[in-house]
C-alpha cells in the first residue's frame, strides 16, 4: 500500500499511545508496521529528501492532535495521551480527521488563527479557486510558521524558567547582540530580577539588561512588572532594558515603557517566537522547495 495522509494516521497514532508514551521515531516505527509499510515505502522522502514521508506525516498527525488536546508534548521530542484522548478512543470512532478535530474548541481557534494570520486579503480569502499557486503557497507557509510557532510556546512552558533564560540569551546572541562583548546569564536568586546582562562592547561600557518570564498565554505581565523592572534598572544605572514574556503584556505596559527614561523594550510571546522563527533559534530548516518559471528571454528567437 501506498504511505497514508496524516489524517488517516490520527486515529493509530492515538491508539498507540494510549498506555505509554512514544519519541517520534517510536511512533513512526509503530505506524509503518501498523500499515504494513514496505521498505521502499518506508524510505520514501518529501521533495527535499531530508526526511522521510512517513515520520513528516505522522508528525503532522501528532501536531493536530495535541491542538486538539488529545495529545500532550510533556517533554522535547515525546507525546503522550491526554484525558480528553482517552475518552475519545473510549468512542469506539472509525477515524478521526480534521472534520472531527473541529468539534474541539482548541483546535477550531488554531485552525481559524492559521488561516487568518495575515492581512493581506489574498490568504484571507476562502476561495482557493481565485488564488494563483504563488498565493497558496505563501499562504500554506504561514499557516506553517504558525504551527511551530505555537509548538515553541509549548515546549518553551514544559521547560524549566533557567532554560529559559539561557533560550533568551541565546536569541539576542543569534540578533548579534554582544558580539563585540559579552552575554552574561544571570537568573539567581538575589539577581533583582535580572536574568541577563549583554554587553555591547568589549569593556562593558553599554549594558542592556533582561529580564524573562515563561507565563502561560493567559497570564499578562501587568504594568506593576513593568515598573519593578524600571526600578531596577535605575538601581543598576543602567539605560538600556528587555522584558521578554511568553505571554503578553497589558496595553498600559507598552505606555509605561515610552514615558520612563530608559529605553525599555517589551517582547511579548507572539514576537519572541517570531525572532525566533526568523534567526533559527530553536528550529532547523527541514525542507528547501526551489520554485521555477519559465525563462522567457531563452525563448525568444533572434
Known amino acids: 500500500m501506498s504511505v497514508p495522509d496524516f489524517q488517516i494516521l490520527m486515529l493509530p497514532l492515538l491508539k498507540s499511545v494510549e498506555h505509554t508514551e512514544k519519541s517520534v521515531s517510536e511512533y513512526t516505527d509503530y505506524l509503518s508496521k501498523e500499515f504494513d509499510l514496505s521498505d521502499k515505502e518506508k524510505e520514501l522522502t518529501i521533495p527535499s529528501g531530508k526526511q522521510t514521508l512517513i515520520r513528516n506525516r505522522a508528525q503532522w498527525a501528532a501536531t493536530y492532535l495535541v491542538k486538539a488536546g488529545l495529545l500532550e508534548r510533556h517533554k522535547r521530542g515525546f507525546i503522550r495521551i491526554t484525558l480528553e484522548g482517552k475518552k475519545t478512543l473510549e468512542k469506539k470512532l472509525s477515524k478521526i480527521d480534521i472534520e472531527y478535530l473541529m468539534n474541539y474548541e482548541d483546535f477550531k481557534n488554531f485552525k481559524n488563527t492559521s488561516e487568518q494570520d495575515s492581512s493581506d486579503p489574498v490568504e484571507n480569502d476562502q476561495n482557493t479557486a481565485s488564488s494563483t499557486p504563488e498565493d497558496l503557497i505563501a499562504t500554506a507557509y504561514k499557516s506553517y510558521e504558525k504551527t511551530t510557532r505555537d509548538e515553541i510556546i509549548e515546549l518553551i512552558l514544559n521547560s524549566s524558567p533557567a532554560f529559559f533564560e539561557r533560550l533568551i540569551i541565546d536569541l539576542f546572541k543569534a540578533m548579534g547582540y554582544g558580539g563585540k562583548g559579552k552575554t ?57 532594558g528587555i522584558f521578554v514574556t511568553t505571554s503578553a503584556f497589558v496595553a498600559s505596559a507598552f505606555d509605561y515603557a515610552e514615558r520612563i527614561p530608559q529605553s525599555m523594550i517589551l517582547i511579548d510571546g507572539n514576537m519572541l517566537t517570531k525572532l525566533m522563527y526568523q534567526y533559527d533559534v530553536g528550529v532547523r530548516i527541514v525542507d528547501t522547495i526551489k520554485l521555477k518559471k519559465v525563462d522567457i528571454d531563452y525563448f525568444e528567437e533572434v
Open 184 to 240: 552574561t546569564h544571570v537568573g539567581k536568586s538575589g539577581d533583582g530580577g535580572i536574568d541577563g546582562i549583554i554587553n555591547e562592547d568589549p569593556l562593558g561600557l553599554e549594558k542592556i539588561y533582561l529580564q524573562a518570564k515563561r507565563y502561560a498565554p493567559e497570564n499578562k505581565i501587568q504594568i506593576d512588572a513593568i515598573r519593578s523592572f524600571s526600578g531596577t534598572l535605575v538601581e543598576q544605572g543602567a539605560s538600556k
